[in-house]
Structure formats: C-alpha cells, structure tokens
C-alpha cells in the first residue's frame, strides 16, 4: 500500500474520528471491569506536524489547530483538545499529533489492555518503539481484519474495536470490512465495533449502509461530517464513523459534537452533520 498517514495528520478526518473515539473509550471506563481496545489499522502512532509530509499538505491547520482556540466546546472536544496540547508541552505551537492508538492509551486505565495491528513494517517499527514499555499494548505486523479472526472475542469480553483502513480501493474496501464484520459477528455479536469511512460519492457509502441494517447487529448507528457536496470522487468530502453496539444514549453526545464540529471545520456553506440510527432493536 502506498497510503502514508503522516500527510493528513491532524485533518478534519482525524478531529471527527478521534473525538468520537475518546467518548467511547469513556463510555467503556464507566464501568469497573477491564476492557479491550483493537485497533486494526494502526499506522505509527505519533505523528510529526512539522515533518516534510504534514507540511506539505498542511492539512492540520484546517483541522486540530482550528479547535485551539475555540471556547465553550462539547466535553469530548474539550478532552480532545487538551491531550493534544498535552503531548505538546513546552512547544509554542503543535508539533506532534496522536494516532488512534497512542490517543486510546492515553485514555485507557492500566487495567485495560490493547491490541494494535499495523500491516506495513515500517509503520509497525515505529508503532512497536511508541508502545515499547507499555505493558499493556501487544503490536502485530500483521493483517488488521484477520487478526479480528484470530483474536476475536477478547478474554475480557468487552471492549471496543476501530477499523480505520486507508481505503485505497474504496468500493473493495466495504466489501471487506462487511465480511470481517459478519465473520466477527458470529463470535462476538455483543462486541463493540467503530468503523471509520470516507465520504467521496454516495452511491459508494449507501451499499454499505444497507448491508449494515440487516446485518444481524442489534444496534448501528451512524455519524457523519460533510465539509463538501458527497458528489465528486477527487476529494475527501467528508467522513463518517459507524458505531456498532454504541454505549447507552451516545448519540446524545454525538448530537452535541457535530454541530460543534461542523462550525469549527467548516470549509464553506456546503457543510453537514447528520446522525443516523441503521438499525435498532
């Protein structure tokens, strides 16, 4: 795969999936028991803002460095903004951005435990120096959707896995992810799955959505950011997140992200937030 996460760091992508990732980690804390957190498409971790690929782009300073100084922000926001800052103690400006992974360690409590799955070596390399040390983090080169098959369901039997692939091949893409879906469903249907997605064209999102709605799981919601009309394939128009079993009543708190969200990141009149439930039982 050529995708490179290092060049979209910090985007509006990453501020939508990972404030909604922080709620869910929360969510399973609310409880006394230990969880598992897996995260199947891993990347390196820890992102360089000031490094050749980010700057390139310069796609965080329309998406994390936007919310740096927004006042009377959601909760999840508010976390969000301030373990980015965090990381960046002693630095006048943000230098260094988190990944799914390092942010859901960041979160977790030492009783949790994670998995973190990351294909391509030398990501994984980094990825394996980020969590070396940390007893709680096992990391794989290995394939992210069959180590779902391998590892599924956790010895804690409750938990959450992110599926985040760069979809390089987006309508190929779907497809897999439904079969790791069905496949995971039969071992663990009362696990917690968050499936994170790009918006380019519609008619590419709404088979999987479909697929979502009779696929068995009693609860899928979903979430969306547009920032673009959903009407044209030569750009990232939007995202979204599907959550599969999501905590009690969080589509609350996603009620009162998105609207924040969308004003914060918007890029014209054209932005958009919805939140769907696929299906409910």
């Given at each position: 795969?050529?995708?490179?996460?290092?060049?979209?760091?910090?985007?509006?992508?990453?501020?939508f999936?990972?404030?909604?990732?922080?709620?869910?980690?929360?969510?399973?804390k609310?409880?006394?028991t230990p969880?598992?957190?897996?995260?199947?498409?891993?990347?390196?971790?820890?992102?360089?803002l000031?490094?050749?690929?980010?700057?390139?782009?310069?796609?965080?300073?329309d998406?994390?460095k936007?919310?740096?100084?927004?006042?009377?922000?959601?909760?999840?926001?508010?976390?969000?903004?301030?373990?980015?800052?965090?990381?960046?103690?002693?630095?006048?400006?943000?230098?260094?951005?988190?990944?799914?992974?390092?942010?859901?360690?960041?979160?977790?409590?030492?009783?949790?435990?994670?998995?973190?799955c990351?294909?391509?070596?030398?990501?994984?390399?980094?990825?394996?120096?980020?969590?070396?040390?940390?007893?709680?983090?096992?990391?794989?080169?290995?394939?992210?959707?069959?180590?779902?098959?391998?590892?599924?369901?956790?010895?804690?039997?409750?938990?959450?896995?992110?599926?985040?692939?760069?979809?390089?091949?987006?309508?190929?893409?779907?497809?897999?992810?439904?079969?790791?879906?069905?496949?995971?469903?039969?071992?663990?249907?009362?696990?917690?799955?968050?499936?994170?997605?790009?918006?380019?064209?519609?008619?590419?999102?709404?088979?999987?959505?479909?697929?979502?709605?009779?696929?068995?799981?009693?609860?899928?919601?979903?979430?969306?950011?547009?920032?673009?009309?959903?009407?044209?394939?030569?750009?990232?128009?939007g995202?979204?997140?599907?959550?599969?079993?999501?905590?009690w009543?969080?589509?609350?708190?996603?009620?009162?992200?998105?609207?924040?969200?969308?004003?914060?990141?918007a890029?014209?009149?054209?932005?958009?937030?919805?939140?769907?439930?696929?299906?409910?039982?």
């Amino acid at each position: 795969m050529n995708y490179r996460h290092a060049f979209h760091a910090g985007n509006f992508a990453d501020v939508f999936k990972h404030t909604i990732l922080i709620g869910l980690i929360e969510a399973l804390k609310a409880k006394q028991t230990p969880f598992c957190f897996m995260d199947t498409h891993a990347g390196r971790g820890r992102y360089s803002l000031d490094g050749s690929e980010a700057m390139r782009t310069g796609e965080a300073t329309d998406g994390i460095k936007r919310l740096l100084a927004a006042t009377r922000v959601p909760t999840l926001m508010h976390v969000y903004v301030n373990l980015v800052r965090s990381l960046n103690a002693g630095h006048e400006e943000l230098v260094d951005y988190p990944g799914s992974p390092l942010i859901a360690s960041l979160v977790m409590r030492e009783s949790d435990r994670g998995i973190l799955c990351e294909l391509q070596p030398d990501e994984c390399t980094a990825l394996k120096a980020l969590f070396r040390g940390d007893a709680r983090f096992s990391v794989h080169e290995r394939d992210g959707y069959g180590a779902m098959n391998a590892l599924l369901p956790p010895r804690e039997r409750r938990g959450l896995v992110l599926i985040d692939p760069p979809f390089e091949a987006q309508d190929d893409e779907f497809r897999i992810i439904e079969k790791a879906l069905g496949d995971a469903r039969k071992r663990w249907p009362t696990g917690m799955y968050a499936i994170w997605y790009p918006i380019k064209l519609r008619q590419q999102v709404q088979p999987f959505h479909r697929w979502l709605s009779r696929s068995g799981f009693a609860k899928v919601l979903a979430a969306e950011l547009l920032l673009h009309p959903d009407n044209s394939a030569l750009r990232l128009n939007g995202c979204g997140m599907v959550v599969i079993n999501p905590p009690w009543k969080f589509e609350r708190q996603l009620e009162e992200l998105l609207p924040a969200l969308n004003a914060l990141l918007a890029q014209g009149r054209y932005g958009q937030h919805r939140i769907e439930w696929l299906a409910r039982e």
